[in-house]
């Protein structure tokens, strides 16, 4: 009976359709879609993104106010009362009007105003005049640059060297030119800023290890590698690099190298290496650390340094094989985008590498230097050294800390001031402190320099010491 | 591939008349050749300086003949490479070293394609050496490979006097030693070559002090500090400027250092599009009024970074609409005048001299000392507080060694030249030279029926190639003729205009440049790369010799 009537509820309501009139359906057709669109659709509406009108637009413009372009500086800030040089910072430095001893300038062998490489740079400036007017690629390279990355090659027995017109931009251009998005870089705590900024443009992933410690590095290596076996695809395109320093400039200690040769064979990443400090201080001709631990130079892939410290012209280079090297010259930014390094710096610098070639022993002599003033600095009560002892630059460091860095750095300016007055010319290593990943303690950093005779560093180390004594105690 | 001008975007039109005015409205302002005057006179009138820039748009077919040979150059490529993989093609470049063959590869393959397969097919053409100073002309050591480009051999022979059409040696102060020289000489004697310190420790020198101080003067702003390398003046100070929680806003053609100095700011960067001041505007409008993404909070604070001179598209900065928005919305504004400092300007003061502005108005001026005064690095400068601010906090001076004594030298010359320092007004002609140099130039290759680029004020001038078959042809050509031209294609340029670029020196002479234009004629023939469907117009009178004589 039930079904009957539904059956004959249906023949009716089919027949109702039939004979309804045509607007009535439509009418309904649209309700049924308009249910259906209700039912898809959110079922409410988020008031959020109402759009404010012309009218509150312009109040907003209206109202913001930026921060100031720059904050103000306070005038008593230090830095803007720097140590102003008249004349040439070589041996003898005049500073501020009063001549002194120059225990700050990296002119490790002396070359800054050797008048052999100013002839040289001077017979330049009369064939090529000053500036290049152009990169390397539109017309800026010279034969003299071709002549210098020559030479270069030949001293440090590698296949390539390319220059770079900064010395801060070479590792900085360098480390991006090779460490992709994605790549992983393994990085000495202390390493300096240059390489910090290379790191930051490569946009690479970054570990850092303790400084110096093998084991530490050893450490995230192996993590590195657990995590490649859970992602094998992944990291058969992730290259793995380990950036170290030859001599840290900001702890003047000297990289275990064969030990990260070892680890990079061991977990298969490239070592880059900075030896703005080591390059023409380590190893018997100069060489840099490679040449101090015999080690192959072929096994590091690519050694940059300056060519601002013991060369004492301006610029920098990185060398290697021609497979790792020649990538720069297209993909090296401070390269590519830079114009060339001016023919007469560039001669200046063959003449200072002349120089190293003909006169090998100047190394052994700038040790010894190293060691004398090393020694002599030992003990002061209060100041510690810190450095090694075959490292032309290395810092004294307050053995403790007053508790702000403020007024640790006060307390070394202090000594420095009065070591200026004693006719001493040192410096405060400095660095911007926000900057910096990890920013090293306030030292007074000292270089020695072959010109310093045993006198000189002798006097110098008991005028530290004196001052030390009256300024600390 | 943004077609950067999409089509002849101009400010103005391309009418000789509108020209004319505008040519006898700057010779106003150069009269005394003081930049005050210069100012007074511009303030009132710089909105109906009419900025005449054009970049007219290739016919269809030759963008599709460009596409084309681009086509054809990658499948030969996957030709050769798979050649190369199968040993039937000896492969040249460098391989890793054996011992270092299971590790994860240096590069990966594609990387180097277009280097591989393209790039060395016409590298000849660029990294030519030269063996003198890059002045007006050039001595080009001459080189050939055996092995199509992969290595160069060097004859031993040298092309002599080459015209130079390549050095950004605007004001022909890139010379050889001549007696004018002398004090860098003696700076050279006296203080050697490097500094071996940094600003902050031991490497301020007298000589950086002097220079400053003339910097500043030079530019009639308050305070300026230099730098010794031009792109690491962009990328180690603007981190200084601006941070987290701030916004870039960036042209889309800007030097690769602005790019990279924007980068490691940390900074939001949003681009706008080449000299676009409606795009700029909805930027600046949106971020004002929306603040951050996602948190909402207000901005700290805009700049915008720009160029005076762009030196591929020869294009001028529209600098006062984008001083007007800049107004409008609080930003700020940095500019980098590399290519535009000593170029442009009725006395060689750059894009805020060209448009009668006072340099007041730019918050961060920012130059570089390689181009027009022909020595090396670069400068900030604008109010002392911002200077102030750099000289603690910029990347360079803590970190860097300061400049080269004769480099810096070498610089002081040049300003002292231009400024009338020394005595002269030899200076002064240069700068005038230049831009007759530089209207007459672009003129006749208007007029010869080339695709130019950018401003008419321009000494960088971008003349469209398109196809990369050409972009050899033409560059070796141009060699043998004596003529070294600078081409650039992808990355550099979008990938279909590649072109070549000639900077005007104002050391080149009249004949010099006829020689050349005379080259370009005939090779335009040869290489139709006369592409341009405006009509040629008969030279106008203002291109008539004497109405370019100086008025002493």
């Avoid at chain 2, 690095?377 to 400049?403: E, F, T």
Wanted: net charge neutral; glycine share 8%.
């Amino acid at each position: 009976m039930a079904t009957a009537t539904e059956q004959w509820v249906l023949v009716e309501m089919v027949q109702a359709l039939y004979e309804a009139p045509a607007y009535h359906l439509i009418l309904e057709g649209i309700l049924i879609l308009w249910i259906i669109r209700l039912l898809f659709s959110k079922t409410y509406k988020l008031q959020e993104r109402s759009d404010l009108t012309v009218k509150e637009k312009e109040e907003l413009i209206e109202e913001w106010q930026p921060e100031p372009l720059v904050p103000p500086v306070p005038k008593d800030h230090p830095a803007l009362n720097y140590n102003i040089v008249s004349g040439p910072p070589s041996h003898k430095i005049v500073v501020n009007g009063k001549e002194c001893i120059n225990f700050a300038s990296f002119n490790f062998l002396g070359l800054l105003d050797n008048p052999r490489v100013k002839a040289a740079a001077l017979a330049s400036l009369k064939k090529y005049g000053v500036g290049t007017c152009g990169p390397r690629g539109f017309y800026g390279t010279f034969d003299v640059h071709l002549d210098l990355e020559d030479r270069l090659a030949k001293f440090m027995k590698t296949e390539e060297a390319i220059i770079y017109s900064y010395g801060f931009a070479t590792i900085a251009s360098a480390i991006p030119a090779y460490s992709k998005r994605g790549d992983i870089v393994f990085v000495d705590r202390a390493a300096c800023f240059a390489i910090q900024k290379g790191l930051q443009a490569s946009r690479s992933d970054i570990k850092l290890f303790k400084h110096n410690d093998m084991a530490d590095l050893e450490r995230l290596l192996k993590e590195q590698e657990i995590e490649d076996q859970k992602n094998p695809r992944k990291a058969r395109v992730t290259r793995r690099f380990i950036v170290v320093e030859g001599l840290y400039m900001n702890t003047g200690t000297i990289c275990p190298l064969p030990e990260l040769v070892k680890l990079k064979y061991k977990y298969k990443a490239r070592i880059f290496l900075e030896e703005s400090l080591s390059f023409g201080v380590l190893g018997e001709h100069g060489g840099g650390v490679t040449e101090h631990y015999g080690i192959n130079i072929d096994d590091i892939d690519l050694i940059s340094a300056n060519m601002e410290n013991a060369l004492a012209s301006i610029g920098g280079f990185c060398c290697g094989r021609s497979f790792v090297i020649d990538h720069q010259r297209l993909s090296g930014q401070g390269y590519c985008f830079s114009a060339s390094l001016p023919p007469l710096l560039a001669a200046a610098a063959i003449e200072a590498l002349n120089i190293m070639e003909e006169n090998p022993g100047i190394f052994a002599v700038l040790k010894e230097k190293c060691r004398q003033i090393h020694k002599a600095l030992q003990g002061i009560s209060g100041l510690k050294v810190v450095g090694e002892s075959l490292s032309p630059a290395f810092h004294l460091q307050l053995e403790e800390s007053t508790g702000s860095r403020e007024q640790d750095v006060r307390l070394l300016q202090e000594i420095v001031d009065q070591c200026m007055n004693r006719s001493i010319a040192l410096t405060q290593a400095r660095y911007l402190e926000k900057e910096e990943k990890c920013l090293p303690p306030p030292s007074i950093r000292v270089v020695v320099t072959v010109e310093q005779t045993a006198e000189e560093l002798e006097r110098a180390a008991s005028t530290i010491k004196e001052v030390a004594q009256a300024v600390l105690l | 591939m943004a077609n950067p001008g999409g089509g002849t975007v101009c400010n103005g039109k391309l009418h000789n008349h509108k020209k004319q005015s505008n040519g006898l409205q700057s010779r106003n302002c150069t009269k005394n050749g003081i930049v005050k005057e210069a100012q007074q006179n511009g303030r009132t009138h710089f909105y109906d300086k009419l900025i005449v820039e054009s970049f007219e748009e290739a016919p269809l077919h030759v963008m599709v003949f460009t596409y084309m040979g681009y086509g054809i150059g990658t499948l030969f490529g996957y030709l050769r490479d798979f050649m190369r993989n199968w040993g039937i093609e000896k492969c040249n470049a460098a391989v890793e070293r054996k011992e270092q063959r299971d590790f994860v590869p240096l590069y990966q393959d594609f990387e180097n394609f277009y280097t591989r397969n393209l790039y060395m097919r016409i590298r000849d053409n660029w990294n030519r050496p030269i063996c003198s100073a890059p002045g007006a002309l050039f001595d080009v050591m001459e080189r050939v490979s055996d092995d199509y480009n992969w290595t160069f051999r060097f004859t031993g022979r040298v092309i002599k006097d080459v015209i130079n059409m390549g050095s950004y040696n605007f004001l022909g102060l890139a010379a050889k030693y001549d007696e004018s020289m002398r004090t860098i000489k003696d700076v050279l004697e006296v203080y050697g070559t490097g500094v071996a310190s940094t600003r902050h420790e031991m490497g301020t020198l007298d000589k950086h002090k002097e220079l400053e101080d003339l910097v500043a003067k030079f530019l009639n702003v308050e305070a300026a500090m230099v730098f010794g390398m031009g792109f690491a003046t962009n990328s180690m100070n603007i981190p200084a400027l601006v941070g987290k929680g701030c916004l870039i806003l960036s042209d889309e053609l800007n030097h690769t250092s602005l790019v990279l100095g924007a980068r490691l700011s940390g900074a939001t960067i949003r681009i706008f599009k080449h000299n676009n001041t409606q795009s700029l505007e909805k930027l600046l409008r949106d971020a004002v009024i929306y603040g951050q993404p996602r948190t909402r909070r207000a901005w700290k604070k805009i700049l915008i970074l720009v160029e005076g001179v762009y030196s591929m598209e020869g294009s001028i900065v529209h600098l006062p609409q984008i001083i007007a928005l800049k107004k409008k919305y609080k930003a700020y504004l940095y500019i980098d005048e590399a290519h535009s400092i000593g170029a442009v300007g009725p006395t060689g003061r750059g894009v805020t001299e060209f448009f009668g502005l006072d340099p007041h108005e730019v918050d961060v001026l920012m130059g570089t000392f390689t181009k027009s005064f022909g020595a090396a690095g670069g400068y900030i400068a604008g109010r002392k507080d911002l200077v102030d601010y750099l000289r603690v906090h910029s990347h360079s001076a803590v970190y860097a060694s300061s400049m080269s004594p004769p480099i810096a030298e070498q610089i002081i010359r040049s300003l002292k030249h231009l400024m009338g320092m020394d005595g002269t007004t030899q200076g002064l002609q240069r700068v005038r030279q230049l831009a007759k140099n530089t209207r007459y130039f672009r003129q006749r290759l208007q007029e010869m029926g080339f695709i130019i680029y950018g401003n008419e004020n321009s000494p960088v001038v971008p003349l469209l190639l398109y196809m990369p078959g050409k972009v050899a042809a033409f560059a070796r050509h141009m060699l043998e003729k004596k003529i070294g031209v600078v081409v650039v294609g992808f990355p550099a340029t979008p990938l279909a205009e590649a072109r070549a670029r000639f900077c005007v020196s104002a050391a080149h002479t009249r004949e010099m440049l006829d020689t050349v234009l005379e080259a370009l004629d005939e090779m335009g023939d040869l290489l139709q790369l006369k592409y341009s469907r405006h009509k040629k117009s008969a030279r106008p009178e203002l291109y008539d010799e004497t109405s370019f004589e100086l008025e002493d």
